[in-house]
């Protein structure tokens, strides 16, 4: 296959965003968003989705997180969607399942070409330290609309918030892996019978 890797730039009045991924890389991960929280979960989608990924974020946090995570999700798919390119010969879907002590959480996806999110949280706190946790599906809504991926974040059960999070952004990482991976039955095919994803 092909080097799937893409760098894009966002600039708005609110934020200003810089993303480099690289879809075959180790898991390394360099973050620089000013939401600390926040780049502890982009770190888990890099280690467990053996992504190579950079982020650098400038956004307007003195008024909240909100324009930060949501544009970081939507360069993220703008990124995503350019280093997958035409999905030749990769397996299209991906799942997993990702405890962490008491929680639990399972993420189905279908790189469909259509942008899709069913997200089932609770979470057990409003907040994670200063991180709000409406955040996390801000960010996947981004993601989704401009990766055009079909996601399906279901958090099982969970106590601890930051558990939760956690497992979640762990288990979409792996889910993504498994839906980029080479398919080698489908050698240079693409993985749809309209041809076209």
């Known amino acids: 296959m092909s080097q799937r890797r893409a760098e894009?730039?966002?600039d708005t009045l609110e934020t200003r965003i810089a993303?480099?991924?690289d879809l075959d890389g180790t898991g390394k991960g360099e973050f620089a968003t000013g939401v600390p929280f926040f780049e502890h979960m982009l770190d888990q989608i890099a280690r467990h989705g053996l992504f190579d990924l950079s982020i650098v974020a400038e956004g307007d946090l003195h008024i909240d997180d909100h324009h930060t995570v949501e544009d970081v999700g939507?360069?993220?798919g703008q990124a995503f969607a350019q280093a997958v390119g035409e999905k030749k010969g990769i397996r299209r879907y991906g799942h997993a399942y990702v405890p962490l002590d008491e929680a639990l959480s399972r993420v189905v996806l279908d790189l469909s070409g259509r942008p899709g999110l069913v997200f089932h949280c609770d979470f057990t706190r409003a907040s994670i330290g200063r991180f709000e946790t409406q955040l996390v599906q801000e960010f996947f809504q981004g993601f989704?609309?401009?990766a055009r991926v079909t996601l399906h974040v279901d958090n099982l059960r969970g106590v601890n918030a930051h558990h939760q999070a956690e497992t979640i952004f762990k288990a979409?990482?792996?889910a993504l892996r498994m839906a980029v991976e080479p398919d080698e039955r489908m050698a240079d095919?693409?993985?749809s019978t309209k041809g076209a994803l």
């Open 144 to 146: 989704v609309n401009h």
């Open 189 to 191: 095919v693409i993985p």
């Open 172 to 174: 979409f990482g792996r």
């Open 8 to 10: 894009v730039r966002r």
């Open 74 to 76: 939507i360069t993220l």
């Open 19 to 21: 993303v480099r991924l």
